[in-house]
């Protein structure tokens, strides 16, 4: 139902035909019902949405760095939310239920995007709460540098999310970082490559695709 405004204009519903104020003035256009808010397809992308924004939100700080110079979306959040919903997730309905449910697909999970090739890890061991790394340290494409900084991300269900932005330079070759003294239980690692220096804009040019390791 509509209601009219001070000035003579109508805000609201009337007939077919919605009226809504932006910046002092009166916009109109045509009123459309809503669609089933049941349907299966709305369903299961409302459970998408609420699997991976629950798991994404451990790694925002890691993702506003991984996904930076977003060209198609409004965050670099909203992009990596996106490509979690439709690569990351494997369906886990149960049989005969009517809502859908998801969970993530650890190995496909992406933390960052980017020009920098990403990394050519030979070998990852755990000592402990010690992450040892070996990695191919030529410079590769044109995108690369010698200095480009490989960071390395651990996750528990548990004890949430680390990461060592600087386990060393790509022409290291190897390296290492100590993971909390809480993180005991096995974790899941990805690294990518990260170099500020290159642009001081966020940049798809900072930064390199991530690579699951898996779980140690």
């Given at each position: 139902?509509?209601?009219?405004?001070?000035?003579?204009?109508?805000?609201?519903?009337?007939?077919?035909?919605?009226?809504?104020?932006?910046?002092?003035?009166?916009?109109?256009?045509?009123?459309?019902?809503?669609?089933?808010?049941?349907?299966?397809?709305?369903?299961?992308?409302?459970?998408?949405?609420?699997?991976?924004?629950?798991?994404?939100?451990?790694?925002?700080?890691?993702?506003?760095?991984?996904?930076?110079?977003?060209?198609?979306?409004?965050?670099?959040?909203?992009?990596?939310?996106?490509?979690?919903?439709?690569?990351?997730?494997?369906?886990?309905?149960?049989?005969?239920?009517?809502?859908?449910?998801?969970?993530?697909?650890?190995?496909?999970?992406?933390?960052?995007?980017?020009?920098?090739?990403?990394?050519?890890?030979?070998?990852?061991?755990?000592?402990g709460n010690k992450i040892l790394l070996n990695w191919v340290p030529t410079?590769?494409?044109?995108?690369?540098?010698?200095?480009?900084?490989?960071?390395?991300?651990?996750?528990?269900?548990?004890?949430?999310?680390?990461?060592?932005?600087?386990?060393?330079?790509?022409?290291?070759?190897?390296?290492?970082?100590?993971?909390?003294?809480?993180?005991?239980?096995?974790?899941?690692?990805?690294?990518?490559?990260?170099?500020?220096?290159?642009?001081?804009?966020?940049?798809?040019?900072?930064?390199?695709?991530?690579?699951?390791?898996?779980?140690?």
């Amino acid at each position: 139902m509509a209601r009219i405004n001070p000035d003579g204009t109508y805000s609201g519903k009337v007939g077919n035909v919605v009226y809504f104020r932006r910046n002092g003035k009166t916009f109109m256009k045509e009123y459309k019902k809503p669609t089933d808010p049941k349907k299966p397809s709305q369903m299961s992308q409302r459970a998408k949405l609420t699997v991976a924004s629950g798991f994404l939100s451990g790694f925002r700080k890691i993702i506003d760095t991984g996904y930076q110079g977003t060209e198609t979306h409004s965050t670099g959040y909203q992009e990596a939310l996106e490509y979690h919903m439709e690569h990351a997730l494997r369906e886990i309905t149960a049989a005969g239920s009517e809502k859908p449910d998801f969970e993530v697909s650890i190995d496909k999970v992406k933390l960052s995007r980017g020009l920098i090739d990403t990394p050519q890890v030979d070998s990852c061991e755990r000592a402990g709460n010690k992450i040892l790394l070996n990695w191919v340290p030529t410079l590769g494409g044109i995108h690369n540098r010698l200095y480009d900084s490989l960071a390395l991300v651990a996750y528990n269900q548990q004890t949430g999310v680390t990461v060592n932005y600087h386990v060393g330079c790509r022409d290291d070759g190897s390296g290492s970082t100590l993971l909390p003294d809480e993180f005991t239980e096995p974790v899941h690692l990805w690294v990518f490559y990260l170099n500020q220096e290159k642009n001081r804009q966020k940049h798809k040019q900072n930064v390199s695709g991530s690579i699951y390791l898996g779980e140690f």
